[in-house]
């Protein structure tokens, strides 16, 4: 029972790939996700091959796993595309990788792969094919929104160091400012104390003057 909540779950997070990158209309994939399709006479026979439910199974231990579980998923597909690098190893070592939320995700690694594997369908199965392509494109609209996020987010940077140097510059001519009026004011009080002096002193000598 476990298992076919599981496998219910990995079919709606690709369903939702499909509509997140506009090919929910797409029959033949559509008919494969739901569990409708056959492979046809023409599909390539691969011999050891696994099925489609394999690689969502385990993309769905990879989403909810904890990062121990996630770090095991990924150094044992890493090791066997290494070890023996066929179809079937590199497309789940690539389909790992592209799949977001764990440490060691690299989306332009890859959508190289997957890009790779795509020119050489010949040795994928149908349902490989779909998968690989459902992924690309979800990869592919990923790396263009992060793209654009780190743009805005740049331009905003740099919109916010200008206008801190404009406030900088503001205040730094505001300071200026204060200080010239200081030094006007203390030459103006300087000057008033010095006319105060002055007047005390003819006043002083006029009282003496009136005295005599």
């Known amino acids: ?67 121990a579980t996630q770090a095991e998923i990924f150094a044992d597909a890493e090791a066997a595309a290494r070890i023996t690098p066929d179809t079937s190893s590199r497309l789940r070592y690539s ?49 263009v929104l992060n793209a654009e996020a780190r743009r805005l987010r740049s331009e905003t940077d740099q919109a916010a160091s200008t206008e801190d140097a404009a406030v900088a510059r503001r205040l730094t001519t505001i300071e200026a400012d204060n200080r010239r009026l200081r030094q006007s004011l203390a030459e103006a009080e300087s000057k008033l104390e010095a006319i105060t002096t002055i007047e005390r002193s003819i006043r002083e000598t006029n009282d003496e003057d009136d005295s005599q």
């Open 1 to 67: 029972m476990h298992s076919q909540t599981a496998n219910r779950t990995v079919r709606l997070i690709v369903t939702a790939l499909i509509v997140s990158v506009g090919v929910s209309g797409c029959e033949t994939v559509s008919n494969w996700l739901k569990g409708r399709r056959t492979f046809e006479a023409t599909d390539p026979v691969i011999l050891g091959a696994p099925e489609a439910n394999s690689y969502l199974s385990e993309l769905y231990e990879l989403v909810t796993g904890d990062p």
């Open 95 to 143: 389909l790992i990788l592209g799949t977001p939320g764990h440490a060691e995700e690299d989306g332009a690694e890859a959508q190289g792969i997957l890009r790779e594997l795509l020119s050489q369908q010949e040795l994928m199965t149908s349902a490989e094919v779909a998968l690989a392509t459902l992924y690309l494109r979800e990869i592919e609209t990923r790396i």
